[in-house]
């Protein structure tokens, strides 16, 4: 079983840190309020193994598994889609949104947190130790979280797979033309001059790569790849991260999870060798979609 840090040493290290971003860190404050976050619960038969809660279709969640893949954690995962969690999942959640990590009965929301807990379990560190390296990184992962979230998950991904594919609802097509001729792009720009030609060798792979990839990743999924010609760092950092075993070993999943239709993922993905949760929180109903 990996090492933590209590809550109340990542809460020394870390608050100053956090206190000034605009990001939703709720995530910390159940490190830093656990008690209100402890609640028995488990979807497991095995109390040493994390479980994750979402699925590998999601860059959030793909962001999670990558880290625990990084920092060698054994986890099972229940793979559901948010829109079609029961009721026992909106009491864990009550946003009702994945990643949801499960660890000895604290549950932790939100991939950012989440992420921020998981740097104190033994490891490689997913942050750099100094100030400005962090800072920089958390700038990082947020501008992935929120902008490039918005701009894939609720953009392209909502519009070109969710809405044909769980909500029946037509493409909004001048909505997409927006989001390939200019906001990606722009978002593109912004990352190629602030992330991926950034003067620095890494060999080991961060957050703000792996936040990123992962939501190319999605994108990627939704038939979009980034123009090698007019974004060259930034198409070659993200292929970068993509060929690491810690993102490539779940390629088989999200295609498969992409493939099947949803009422039979556990089935496929156990058969692939997903480590699945003995319970799910999950059924096939799905019950209140995105905004249009
Ligand atoms: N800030 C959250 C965003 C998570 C998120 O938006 N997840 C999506 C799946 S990719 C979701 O659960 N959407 C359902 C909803 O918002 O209703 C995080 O980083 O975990």
């Given at each position: 079983?990996?090492?933590i ?20 860190y ?33 860059p ?59 740097d ?37 991904f909502?519009q ?13 097509e ?6 390939l ?48 010609e ?16 810690e ?10 999870s ?35």
């Open positions: 079983m990996p090492e840090q209590t809550a109340d040493q990542l809460q020394d290290t870390d608050s100053e840190l956090y206190g000034f971003s605009l990001m939703d709720s995530g910390l404050r159940a490190l830093q309020c656990p008690d209100a976050y402890r609640r028995p619960f488990a979807l497991s038969n095995n109390p040493e193994c994390v479980t994750v809660i979402g699925s590998y279709i999601s959030f969640v793909r962001k999670v598994l990558v880290c625990l893949h990084v920092k060698a954690v054994e986890y099972e995962i229940d793979p559901i889609v948010p829109y079609c969690g029961t009721d026992a999942f909106t009491r864990l959640n009550p946003r009702r949104q994945v990643p949801v990590l499960i660890d000895r009965g604290n549950v932790i929301t939100d991939s950012a947190g989440i992420c921020a807990y998981l104190g379990f033994v490891g490689p560190p997913l942050l750099p130790a100094d100030a400005a390296s962090r800072r920089r990184d958390i700038e990082l992962q947020v501008f992935s979280d929120q902008t490039l979230g918005r701009l894939i998950v609720y953009g392209l909502q070109l797979v969710l809405n044909r594919y769980v909500w029946q609802r037509p493409t909004d001048s909505r997409v033309a927006i989001l001729e200019r906001e990606i792009p722009a978002a593109l720009d912004w990352l190629e001059e602030h992330w991926a030609t950034a003067n620095e060798s890494r060999s080991a792979l961060r957050l703000p790569d792996i936040a990123i990839a992962a939501m190319f990743r999605t994108a990627a999924l939704a038939r979009y790849s980034i123009d090698a007019r974004w060259p760092a930034s198409a070659a950092r993200v292929q970068g991260a993509w060929a690491q075993p993102f490539s070993r779940l390629v088989p999943f999200e295609n498969l992409m493939q099947t239709p949803y009422p039979r993922h556990r089935e496929v993905l156990a058969a692939a060798g997903a480590h699945l949760t003995s319970v799910t929180l999950g059924d096939n109903t799905p019950r209140r979609p995105p905004a249009p």
